[in-house]
């Protein structure tokens, strides 16, 4: 099968990244793969979407850092959806929210188009609008979800601090990375009207109860088709500890991967939430679970997989490409 990567843009794409894995796992396995930044997609004449995209070299690479560097230098040649057995949207829009507003929208928009030209498109482009967000989260059981109000106002967010005894976390509704995530207690009162006429500067702002469990850490599991990523009875899922002094588990923030045990908790969170990924197509999902709460879904990039097969010992990155040559052939 073909298979083309949508990325935010393909020169800062990192070895360590889970599309890289993936991308690597479909090339071992003989299809044929492309890369292409958002900026990089084009509607043409004949009606087909295409893109001016990377093809990765028809040659074997011992690690990952060599099969990106080959993705990167390779000229780019334009590709159409006519061509292609799978699109895979794997670009993050909340990176491009400051300087590449224009890119936000763009992989979805194209990959909606892509949809209805025969092409299987990951995650299903529509199912991506309804979860272009962290609303999306509202969609969910009330059992499996922090205490949480979604407001532009500062009256109903001092209401919901004095409700939740001057403990709340703050972020914006669109947004990830951790990026402007904030933790208000009485330490910080005196920055709270600051800090939430700057999240609302960009549009609405989150606030959640706190869970003391957070100072744990969190987990990040995976669900694919609505179900756990398993294989031989090991889960992908990996446990983020922030460092000390910092209320945000992700990796890129410093916080450390270790391995992680599936609890009854968790399994009641899939249980809940697996049947509506399933219904939107969200194909691969990260889910972030502190405690018994799903604070957060990763729906567009969900990273980390690649710890997640270091600490079970196990090929995760297999068992997703071979789903997508089983759902593509479903489709011939």
Known sequence: ??????????????????????????????????????????????????AHSRKVPDREFRSLHTFLEAVVTEEK???????????????????????????????????????????LVLNNPNGLVKASNKMYLQYFPESVRPQTLITRDMADVEAFYRDQHHRIILKPLKGSGGKNVFLIDKKEDKNRKQIVEAICRDGFAIAQEYLPAAKKGDIRLFLMDGELLQRDGKVAAIKRVQQS?????????GAKAKKAV????????????????????????????????LMEINVFSPGGLIHACEFQRTDFMDEVISAIEKKVANLA
């Open 1 to 50: 099968m073909t298979i083309t990567f949508i990325v935010n843009q393909v020169r800062k794409e990192l070895a360590g990244y889970t599309t890289t894995a993936l991308a690597l796992e479909a090339h071992r396995r003989g299809h044929t793969v492309y890369y292409a930044g958002v900026g990089d997609l084009v509607y043409l004449p004949d009606g087909r979407v295409g």
């Open 262 to 293: 599936m609890n009854k908790e968790m399994e009641h969170i899939v249980e809940a939430v697996g049947p509506l990924l399933r219904e939107d197509g969200i194909f691969l999902a990260g889910l972030d679970i502190v405690g018994d709460k």
């Open 245 to 253: 002094g910092e209320i945000r588990s992700n990796i890129h923030q």
């Open 77 to 119: 040649q334009l590709s159409s959806s006519k061509n292609w057995d799978v699109m895979w949207l794997r670009n993050d829009p909340a990176a491009d929210m400051e300087k590449r507003p224009w890119a936000q929208d763009a992989g979805v928009l194209f990959g909606q188009l892509v949809q209805q030209q025969g092409v």
